[in-house]
């Protein structure tokens, strides 16, 4: 069995850190979608833990035509829940989600959607 350089083993240690800290960088967040109150309501929440900020909105969307629209905005590390309401049920709901963090001095964004559908 050959035997690893001081630099190989080094090198490989080094890239397997760098590995980590990357994939793991993101702040611990939950984006979901979710319909309510016989499907009259379409709640968006992001929850951002670690964050510098984070927001969310949710659409309602009708069988026929239309939408309901809302946004919510939360700071310092907390959450922005939101809900559309309509007296009209939702066929469909979608939330786009956004989180800014720093990591290492650099402002990052985090963008994601979900959605849900009718009960």
């Given at each position: 069995m050959r035997k690893k350089g001081f630099f190989g083993g080094t090198a490989f240690v080094l890239a397997l850190m760098l590995f980590s800290i990357t994939a793991f960088a993101a702040p611990a967040n939950r984006?979901?979608?979710?319909?309510?109150?016989?499907?009259?309501?379409?709640?968006?929440?992001?929850?951002?833990?670690?964050?510098?900020?984070?927001?969310?909105?949710?659409?309602?969307?009708?069988?026929?035509?239309?939408?309901?629209?809302?946004?919510?905005?939360?700071?310092a590390a907390t959450s922005a829940r939101v809900t559309a309401t309509s007296p009209r049920e939702f066929a469909s709901a979608n939330s786009n989600h956004r989180i800014e963090y720093y990591s290492a001095g650099i402002l990052n964004v985090y963008k994601t959607a979900s959605g849900a559908g009718r009960n």
């Open positions: 984006c979901v979608t979710t319909m309510e109150r016989g499907n009259r309501a379409a709640m968006g929440i992001t929850e951002c833990h670690s964050a510098t900020a984070c927001s969310v909105t949710v659409t309602g969307n009708f069988s026929d035509v239309g939408s309901a629209s809302y946004t919510a905005h939360g700071v």
